[in-house]
């Protein structure tokens, strides 16, 4: 079992930066498929980015796609998300999360992940 905790989150202005910590205890994130997703009032909690064991490819949503990158420290036990270029329509509270078993489309819907931090709200002000 893994714990995640984000940080990172807070107010920025459109066309800012920032990065988002997921750090990880209890397990070593080498054993899972790492996602962050984000969640609007009012929105279904949509995929933002993964990043895979072993391979590191990464894979992201359309919207955020040249703006944002996906990366993990093993060392460090933490995965990342830098977010630049952001838009207001980029508001939401932003979760890692952290899957066991990797299958078709797994990466890109909640149900494929087993493992779920607290969020850290992300706010860009127009």
């Known amino acids: 079992q893994v714990h995640l905790v984000e940080s990172g989150g807070g107010l920025v202005q459109a066309g800012g930066s920032l990065r988002l910590s997921c750090a990880a205890s209890g397990s070593s994130l080498n054993s899972y498929d790492m996602g962050w997703f984000r969640q609007a009032p009012g929105i279904e909690r949509e995929f933002v980015g993964s990043i895979r064991r072993g391979f590191e490819r990464t894979d992201y949503a359309d919207s955020v796609k040249g703006r944002f990158t996906v990366s993990r420290d093993n060392a460090k036990n933490t995965v990342y998300l830098q977010m630049s270029s952001l838009k207001p329509e980029d508001t939401a509270v932003y979760y890692c999360?952290?899957?066991?078993?990797?299958?078709?489309?797994?990466?890109?819907?909640?149900?494929?992940?087993?493992?779920w931090g607290q969020g850290t709200q992300v706010t860009v002000s127009s």
């Open positions: 999360a952290a899957g066991q078993e990797y299958y078709s489309g797994s990466l890109y819907h909640p149900a494929g992940y087993d493992y």
